[in-house]
């Protein structure tokens, strides 16, 4: 669950719910309900559902939900049904649904669903029971104080990410250079595409062993299939005009080049980059005003920005703000003030 506000703001919940307890024990002498509901808990623990909650941990971060019982005597199968009231208050009128990011409805709509019979000839029907939860969460990620944290690199940077973004920045400019001005469709495109990342896909991630005993340096491909990506070889069509080949066999030289011209480069893109360790001459000092450049507006409308530290205490990022808000930039296109 993803939570709008930290686990602690909800404030303490158990004496609210403490209450429901003391309503279900009033409930004993009716029917066998306190059995069923026995049963139910019993199932929810073998199915792993839920389990006993540990304070051996002191003063760890707990919220109670509180839960009733909804009987059906007319029912063949399912005779008892428990919901779980998220929406009641605490002391402190917080529920739980008011600290929660609402998320996308998981299931489709009715019509969608029938509509979409008639996108293929042949229609499986099952009935997966408890589909949504079958899939178990590790007890490090259960707790309600641990979120989902989300890193975003500053826009316009891609080498800024790491080692996933100078690969897409390698195959973006190869497949510039070698598709050039020529027209493709869609399907041709995106064969090209697929054939590309068979060979991205391909480099290795450890170093090349000169010993032959030695096992196979270890590729993406490993980690997509279990082995090596293959192929097998194709005629050299790299020399031929253009206006001698088909279709398909332009689509095997378009291949042939950015494969040839990625091999010659690859080395390059490997080498040690000294960009943040030499001396430029220019030390933007954290916390100073500057302009973030910007191509498509005039100097005068450029927004202001301030500089922040990054891990290693070279300066990388700047801080824009504008009347619709803050956001991260990179360092490159700041224009520093001359009161700086």
């Known amino acids: 669950m993803s939570y709008v506000a930290a686990a602690k703001y909800m404030g303490k919940s158990k004496s609210f719910v403490a209450k429901w307890v003391q309503q279900c024990k009033k409930t004993k ?8 509901g026995s049963m139910f808990m019993k199932e929810y623990i073998e199915l792993k559902h839920m389990k006993r909650a540990d304070y051996s941990q002191g003063d760890k971060i707990r ?68 589909m949504y939860r079958q899939i178990l969460i590790h007890p490090l990620f259960v707790c309600m104080a641990t979120k989902i944290v989300w890193h ?58 000169e010993d032959p005993n030695d096992l196979r340096a270890i590729t993406p491909g490993h980690f997509l299939i279990g082995e090596n990506l293959q192929a097998y070889p194709e005629r ?42 030499a001396d430029s001459g220019i030390k933007p000092a954290v916390g100073h005003l500057v302009l973030q450049k910007d ?9 202001l920005a301030r500089i922040h530290p990054g891990e290693d205490g070279v300066v990388r990022t700047v801080t824009v703000r504008t009347e619709k808000g803050t956001y991260k930039r990179a360092v490159v296109n700041i224009c520093p003030l001359l009161e700086n």
């Open 29 to 36: 002498n009716v029917d066998d309900l306190p059995e069923r």
């Open 152 to 209: 975003f690199i500053p826009a316009r940077w891609p080498h800024y990410g790491g080692l996933w973004e100078a690969a897409v920045r390698s195959m973006k400019r190869h497949l510039k250079r070698t598709i050039g001005d020529t027209c493709l469709t869609v399907s041709e495109l995106t064969t090209v595409l697929t054939q590309v990342e068979v060979i991205m896909n391909s480099r290795p991630l450890t170093p090349l062993s």
């Open 236 to 277: 050299d069509v790299r020399d031929l005009a253009v206006n001698r080949l088909s279709r398909l066999q332009h689509i095997e030289q378009i291949k042939q080049h950015f494969w040839s011209r990625w091999q010659k480069e690859y080395l390059s893109t490997c080498q040690q980059r000294n960009k943040w360790k």
């Open 63 to 130: 919220n109670f939900l509180p839960h009733h019982a909804v009987t059906k005597n007319d029912r063949t199968t399912t005779k008892i049904r428990v919901v779980f009231d998220a929406s009641s208050k605490n002391l402190r009128s917080i529920s739980l649904n008011d600290v929660l990011y609402k998320g996308p409805t998981l299931q489709s709509d009715l019509f969608t669903i029938v509509v979409r019979f008639r996108c293929f000839k042949y229609v499986l029907c099952a009935d997966i029971k408890m």
């Open 295 to 303: 191509s498509e507006a005039l100097p005068l409308k450029w927004a």
